[in-house]
C-alpha cells in the first residue's frame, strides 16, 4: 500500500499533559482506516495534528513522504485535505444552502442526493439544526471536496442507523477510484459496513496498542 500521509513518532502537548507519545501511524491511500479508542485514547488529537490544528510537540506529519509539520491547517486544505471534527463543523449561523454552497459551489444537487434530509432545510440556519443534522452537512463538504485525505472525527455522530449505515458507504466510496482517497475516521468501536481491507488501529492513552485488517465486511 502507497502511505499517503503519516505521523511519525508525534508528540502532542495540552499544556502539562502529553496527549500522544511519540505515535507512529502510516496511513496508506485508497483505504479506510478507523483510529479506536476512548476518549483520552488520543484518537481525536491524532487526527487534529494532522490536519494541522494541533502543533506537535515533537515528530513530524509526512505528506506522500513530504515533511508538511509546519504547514498551516489552511495550507494543507488547500492541498487536497478535508478535516470534519466532531464539533463546530459547520457556520451556525450561516443557512444550510449557503454552507453547501461555500463548501462546494455549483454541486448542492450532489449533496442533496447524498442527504437527501437537507433539502427542506436549505433555508434554515445550521444553529436551529439537530446534532444529526448538522453531521450530515459537515460530512456533504468531505463528499464534495476534491481531498486526497478525508479525515473524519466520529463520522455518525446524533444520526439514525439508516443514515449512519449510508454515511460509511458513502466515505467507503471516496477510498474507491477515482478519487482513491485515505479516509481516517475516529471511532470508539469499528462501524459496520467498512470494505474488506480497511485497517482498524486502537489507541489507548495517546499509543498505538494494536492493529488489524477488516478481511470481510464488517458487521
Request: overall charge positive.
Amino acid at each position: 500500500m502507497t502511505v499517503e500521509i503519516a505521523l511519525r513518532r508525534a508528540r502532542v502537548r495540552y499544556g502539562p499533559l502529553e496527549a500522544l507519545h511519540g505515535l507512529d501511524l502510516p496511513l496508506p491511500a485508497a483505504t479506510v482506516t478507523v483510529l479506536l479508542g476512548r476518549n483520552g485514547s488520543g484518537r481525536t488529537t491524532a487526527l487534529r495534528a494532522l490536519a494541522g490544528t494541533v502543533p506537535l510537540a515533537a515528530g513530524r506529519v509526512e505528506w506522500r513522504g513530504t515533511d508538511v509539520t509546519r504547514l498551516p491547517a489552511h495550507v494543507r486544505a488547500r492541498r487536497g485535505l478535508c478535516f470534519v471534527p466532531d464539533l463546530r463543523a459547520v457556520y451556525p449561523t450561516l443557512t444550510v444552502a449557503e454552507n453547501l454552497d461555500l463548501a462546494a459551489p455549483g454541486r448542492r444537487d450532489e449533496a442533496l442526493a447524498a442527504y437527501p434530509e437537507l433539502g427542506p432545510l436549505l433555508g434554515r440556519r445550521a444553529a436551529t439544526l439537530s446534532g444529526g443534522e448538522r453531521r450530515m452537512l459537515a460530512l456533504s463538504r468531505a463528499l464534495l471536496a476534491p481531498a486526497r485525505v478525508v479525515l473524519v472525527d466520529e463520522p455518525s455522530l446524533g444520526m439514525a442507523p439508516a443514515v449512519a449505515s449510508r454515511t460509511y458507504a458513502l466515505l467507503a466510496a471516496l477510498a474507491r477510484p477515482p478519487r482513491a482517497a485515505a479516509v481516517v475516521l475516529a471511532e470508539q468501536r469499528v462501524p459496520r459496513g467498512l470494505p474488506p481491507g480497511s485497517l482498524a488501529y486502537e489507541l489507548r492513552r495517546g499509543s498505538l496498542a494494536g492493529g488489524r485488517e477488516i478481511t470481510a465486511p464488517w458487521t
